[in-house]
């Protein structure tokens, strides 16, 4: 069965500091992977995805992913943290198998400080 | 519309009674999914419709839920007999496709039993 886990339910950086929040799926077949933003009393957000091909994706507001296979991580990084980047962040996973469900982490939220 | 719309937004109601949650996808957009997010909590998967029909109720969690899309557009969530342990943000989503092109949310709608 896939399944998801972002390590650290909370990250705090200083501005101007890099982001990384981490994600490792496990699944039996070849993943569809996202991230989602959520900011604070809104829906979530589509951050980026990996379907096929190059491994490193690139998304808004600056935020990049790297699908590694080996490590069956999909970690979502971000050169400088802004202000306006304090969210909660959820990585989900979906197989190619029809890819009707989509499972989601529990989130990370990220605290960006002055 | 522009986005997908849940109603209402925020909804009390008191234990047993029966609740109905609306959904209005984006137009066009042929899957329709509906997730629950405890608080704390990665959103959870319910049901995903392709047009009229319910593809995969595996994550309604007992036979208190249940969810229509009569004419392949709007979708309302129903629960009997509510209980405080169904509190949650129900968030609905729909996309054009297979969800390996990943979701719009919709705001959700913030369900409290007390």
């Known amino acids: 069965a896939q399944s998801v886990t972002q390590l650290g339910s909370h990250v705090s950086v200083s501005e101007g500091a890099l982001v990384l929040l981490r994600c490792n799926y496990s699944?039996?077949?070849?993943?569809?992977l996202f991230w989602y933003v959520q900011y604070p009393n809104q829906g979530l957000q589509l951050l980026l995805k990996y379907t096929t091909g190059a491994t490193l994706v690139k998304g808004i507001n600056g935020f990049e992913a790297e699908f590694k296979k080996s490590e069956t991580s999909f970690h979502l990084t971000k050169p400088s943290a802004h202000m306006s980047d304090a969210a909660e962040y959820f990585c989900?996973?979906?197989?190619?198998?029809?890819?009707?469900?989509?499972?989601f982490g529990a989130g990370t939220r990220l605290f960006v400080k002055a | 519309g522009a986005g997908v719309s849940q109603t209402p937004s925020n909804k009390v109601t008191e234990k047993g009674k029966y609740v109905e949650l609306r959904c209005d996808p984006i137009s066009g957009h042929t899957a329709l999914y509906w997730y629950r997010q405890s608080l704390g909590q990665g959103p959870e998967f319910l049901i995903y419709f392709q047009g009229t029909g319910a593809a995969d109720d595996s994550g309604l969690p007992n036979d208190r839920f249940f969810a229509v899309r009569p004419e392949g557009s709007v979708s309302t969530l129903k629960i009997q007999r509510t209980e405080r342990g169904d509190s949650a943000v129900y968030l609905c989503a729909s996309s054009s496709g297979q969800s390996v092109y990943g979701y719009t949310f919709g705001s959700g709608t913030r369900l409290t039993v007390v």
């Open positions: 989900a996973v979906t197989l190619d198998t029809g890819g009707f469900k989509t499972i």
């Open positions: 699944s039996s077949v070849p993943p569809y």
